[in-house]
C-alpha cells in the first residue's frame, strides 16, 4: 500500500461489511482484536480495498491481550497478498517486539503504520514533537493520535503534521475527542497521510470520529 496520497480508511471488526465501503474510502482497516478468527477472514477476502490490520493491544485501547500471539497473528497477517500495511504500537517496536512484524512486513512489500495513542490528553509539543518523530522514524508512516482538550491542542498537532509532512515523512495524525473532531477533516490540508471512519456511526471505535460518508464529503469540500 502506498501513502503518497492521503487513504481515507474504513474501520471495520467484518470484512464482509467490505462492499458497503467502496463508494467512500480508499482502503479498510481490520481490526483483528475486535473480530472472530481474524486470520481466517483474512484468507477468505476478496473484496476491492486493500487492508490496513491493526491487531490493537488492551493498553493502546484495542481488545487483544499482550502476549506473543497478538503479534505473532499480526505478523503473518502482513504475509498476505490482501494486507497492504498493518499497524504496529511504537511502544512495541521501541521495545523490540514489534521487530518481527516489521521485519516479516517489509520482506513481503507491506507497509508499517507506527502508531501512539494518548486518551488522556495532548502532550506538550517538545514531547508530541518527540512522539512524531520516533513513530516516523520505525515506521512508514507515524501515526499520533491524542485527545484533545483545546483548539489549542489541534493547533499543535496541525502545525507538527505540516512541519513533518513538508520535511518529506509519512504521517498521519489525529485528535480525539469534541474538541479535535475538526482535525479529521482538516489534517489531509496538513499533509496526513491516513484517515479512519467506520462505515456505521454506532461502530465508531476512537471518539469523535465521523461516519465514513461524512467525512469523505468533508474532505471532498475542503481540497
Not at 480508499?26 to 490490520?53: H, K, N, T
Not at 479529521?184 to 469523535?208: E, M, N
Request: glycine letters at 10%; a negative charge; hydrophobic letters at 45%.
Amino acid at each position: 500500500m502506498e501513502f503518497e496520497e492521503f487513504v481515507l480508511t474504513a474501520s471495520l471488526t467484518d470484512l464482509d461489511a467490505e462492499p458497503r465501503a467502496r463508494e467512500h474510502a480508499d482502503a479498510v482497516e481490520f481490526r483483528m482484536d475486535l473480530a472472530d478468527d481474524p486470520l481466517a477472514a483474512l484468507d477468505d477476502y476478496d473484496g476491492d480495498l486493500p487492508v490496513l490490520a491493526t491487531n490493537r493491544a488492551e493498553w493502546e485501547g484495542g481488545e487483544a491481550g499482550e502476549d506473543p500471539a497478538r503479534l505473532d497473528a499480526l505478523a503473518e497477517a502482513a504475509e498476505l497478498a490482501c494486507v497492504g500495511a498493518v499497524d504496529v504500537e511504537l511502544e512495541s517496536l521501541l521495545a523490540g517486539e514489534g521487530d518481527r512484524v516489521a521485519e516479516r512486513a517489509r520482506r513481503a512489500g507491506t507497509a508499517v503504520v507506527a502508531s501512539v495513542h494518548d486518551f488522556e490528553g495532548t502532550p506538550a509539543e517538545p514531547d508530541l514533537r518527540g512522539k512524531l518523530a520516533s513513530a516516523t522514524e520505525h515506521g512508514d508512516v507515524g501515526k499520533v493520535a491524542v485527545t484533545a482538550e483545546s483548539r489549542g491542542d489541534v493547533l499543535d498537532l496541525l502545525a507538527l503534521t505540516h512541519e513533518f509532512a513538508s520535511a518529506g515523512e509519512g504521517v498521519a495524525t489525529m485528535a480525539m475527542g469534541e474538541p479535535g473532531r475538526h482535525s479529521r477533516a482538516v489534517a489531509p490540508l496538513y499533509g496526513s497521510k491516513i484517515g479512519y471512519a467506520p462505515v456505521d456511526p454506532a461502530d465508531a471505535t476512537a471518539p469523535g470520529q465521523y461516519d465514513l460518508e461524512t467525512l469523505a464529503g468533508l474532505i471532498r469540500q475542503l481540497e
